[in-house]
């Protein structure tokens, strides 16, 4: 896109991002303190319960042995939150999916509003219209914040071919381990492939396959490394 006809991604829209940020994560968070912990999640509050007690490492632990199923990356959040308190809530548990979900609103925006910002605030009224949306926020949700990640590592793609931002490679692949530590080798193949498909939809091959193969080399490593601590 010509740079004199490229949207401004303004330190206004910077400024209603960062505050419809926060304004959704009190909503996520609203009424979470000492809620009952059920299903999926009671596995995760077991895991922080356990990481209170023996302190923390790579993997959870369910009764002292290491549960290797997981990295401890959720777990590791979750008991960073629930040491000034003691105890594991339903509040330090569910906290990390909420401020993962309004990074969301907050990449939401700023990826719509240079077009339009009405549009912007359509499509996160439609996002928390969701029902399977609003409740991943108020679980431990693994799959929240991957969406989060994953969304990330589009936008600074997105954001250095049309709002003029730094290349940031090495944010980009920060972020592709990020998403490993918490979802294992799923969540650096997702991320790849989201900003992967956008630069074959732009046909832009050196992009797509430079940023390809140092992922798959990244994954390699990851996974490599992950067997050797398994």
Known sequence: MDKAHRPLLSPTIRRHSWILGLLALILFVAGNWNQAIIGFDSRFVLFAQEML???????????GQPYADYLATSTLLTWLLSVPLGQVTSLTAWLPTAI???????????????YSRRWALLSIAVMLLSSTFISETRAVSLDQMLAAVALTVFYLGYAHDHFGAGKRLHWLFALLIVGFAIRGPI??????????????????????FSFGLLALALLAACVGLLLLLA
Do not use: D
């Open 100 to 114: 993962a979900s309004a990074l969301i609103v907050v990449l939401l925006y700023r990826l719509t509003a240079p």
């Open 53 to 63: 007690r023996h302190g923390p490492g790579f993997f959870p632990t369910t009764y």
């Open 187 to 208: 969540g650096l193949v997702i991320p790849t492939g989201m900003l992967c498909s956008y630069y074959l939809i732009n046909r832009q091959w050196r992009q797509l």
